[in-house]
């Protein structure tokens, strides 16, 4: 069965560093989306895109966070500089279109 | 005031019990409705999806939607052990293909044995 693939699982950091986080969705999904997660908290939206352009990315802090698809598969999202507040799980969904999204396993990331 | 609205719980139950999910939302555009399982430290499972209003059941679970209200359930019978996790609720408008979910808090459950 397919699956949505995210590295690393877990990162551990110090503020003021940069962190990168990878995801490669399930083969032929147009749509990705990466979520925050902050623990006792459902997912929030950080960023979508159809391919390889953004469509949203209104709640994504642009001063410090950065996410692209370049090729409109696999994406990348960046934090520089990484602040205690970021410290949550990082979700990346695909969808192959419609409502449905499936989740990868998250990334945990802790800020010291 | 959040668009959905979760109880956190926790939620616990013995096994064979019947156990009601609830979420609340505010907004009357929200047009497809999802369940979603998660267990601790992974991502979010899809488990049910509903366009509209009405029922729809699949095995032990029965997803509910009645809009009059801005209400959502899930039902799960026969409550299984496996079954504990943290179930998430969302939502999402009738707006085209880029369409965003809003997602409630979750409600952890426990189902002992």
């Known amino acids: 069965e397919a699956e949505v693939a995210q590295s690393p699982r877990y990162k551990i950091t110090e503020k003021s560093q940069a962190v990168a986080f990878w995801c490669d969705p399930i083969s032929g999904h147009a749509t990705l989306y990466w979520y925050r997660q902050i623990l006792g908290q459902g997912p929030e939206l950080l960023v979508q895109f159809q391919d390889e352009s953004v469509v949203d990315d209104s709640q994504l802090p642009k001063d410090r966070f950065s996410a692209e698809r370049l090729k409109g598969v696999d994406s990348t999202l960046k934090i520089q500089p990484a602040e205690l507040g970021d410290s949550a799980m990082y979700l990346c969904?695909?969808?192959?279109?419609?409502?449905?999204?499936?989740f990868g396993p998250g990334t945990r990331l802790l800020v010291l | 005031q959040k668009e959905v609205e979760q109880d956190p719980g926790p939620l616990s139950v013995p096994e064979g019990a019947i156990v009601s999910l609830n979420c609340t939302y505010s907004n009357s555009a929200f047009q497809y409705f999802m369940w979603y399982r998660q267990y601790s430290r992974k991502g979010p499972e899809l488990l049910m999806y509903t366009y509209s209003s009405g029922n729809k059941e699949d095995g032990r679970f029965t997803a509910q939607v009645d809009k009059s209200s801005k209400y959502i359930s899930l039902f799960i019978r026969d409550s299984q052990p496996s079954d504990s996790a943290t179930y998430l609720c969302a939502m999402s408008p009738n707006s085209g293909g880029y369409n965003k979910l809003i997602f409630g808090a979750g409600t952890r459950l426990a189902v002992h044995p």
């Open positions: 969904a695909s969808s192959p279109g419609g409502e449905t999204q499936y």
